[in-house]
């Protein structure tokens, strides 16, 4: 069963920590974003990677970083340099070359108080 | 700079009824919409998509149409039924010097079909 999986659900942490979200896909899709969603806001591009090994910044990319080591895996840390970290974060992934029709995950709400 | 504006923050219609979502876009080298639908704490999914060169795409109860004289598309369901209740995104991508990688979102539009 194809999918993108998203862990955890829900996440809580302190203030000045740094939190890693896991993004993982089985569709074989070259191409990985993530999103960030505030109330009221549509989806702002925090990171995208077309290619393992290979990633670029989106539209709000400090306080954030990023790995593609390989396919299947996308994670995104938040660090302590984000000032408004709590927000609903999107994992999604698409055929390469294209934005077409991006495949999204469940999502993981992170809360930092 | 908002690039893909959904002006209605929400929509409310009878069950039956047909329901009409708007968005504008600025960009002119948008070449491809598409519209998503959200359930609350849930990912986004794929409703239905209208390239550039085409007026109208249609899929079951859904119609997209896209005016691009006007920079206008707009999402219609008929009939409106009490499962299509949740948050409508409209997005558009662009092929011009390889930036075909990118969505641009919309704030989205709540939609509430009433039973």
């Known amino acids: 069963d194809g999918g993108i999986t998203q862990s955890p659900k829900y996440l809580f942490r302190k203030e000045g920590q740094n939190v890693t979200l896991s993004c993982e896909q089985n569709?074989?899709?070259?191409?990985m974003y993530w999103y960030r969603q505030d109330p009221g806001q549509g989806l702002r591009l925090i990171y995208y990677?077309?290619?393992?090994?290979?990633?670029q910044k989106g539209d709000i990319a400090e306080g954030y970083s990023v790995s593609r080591e390989k396919k299947e895996s996308f994670p995104l840390t938040v660090t302590s340099a984000q000032k408004n970290p709590t927000a609903f974060y999107l994992c999604?992934?698409?055929?390469?070359?294209?934005?077409?029709?991006?495949?999204f995950g469940p999502g993981t709400r992170l809360t930092v108080t | 700079d908002q690039q893909v504006k959904q002006n209605s923050p929400s929509l409310s219609v009878q069950e039956g009824r047909i329901s009409i979502l708007n968005c504008d876009y600025t960009?002119?080298?948008?070449?491809?919409f598409l519209w998503y639908k959200k359930y609350p704490a849930e990912g986004p999914t794929f409703l239905i998509s209208?390239?550039?060169?085409?007026d109208k795409n249609e899929d079951g109860r859904f119609t997209v149409f896209l005016n691009k004289s006007a920079k206008h598309l707009s999402l219609h369901i008929v009939p409106s039924q009490p499962g299509d209740s949740a948050v409508y995104f409209c997005?558009?991508?662009?092929?011009?010097?390889?930036?075909?990688?990118?969505?641009?979102f919309g704030k989205g539009t709540l939609l509430t079909v009433n039973p």
């Open positions: 999604a992934s698409s055929i390469r070359g294209t934005a077409y029709e991006q495949y």
């Open positions: 569709l074989n899709h070259d191409a």
């Open positions: 990677s077309q290619i393992v090994n290979d990633f």
């Open positions: 960009n002119s080298m948008f070449d491809y």
């Open positions: 209208i390239s550039s060169i085409k």
């Open positions: 997005a558009a991508s662009t092929n011009s010097g390889g930036s075909n990688y990118k969505l641009t």
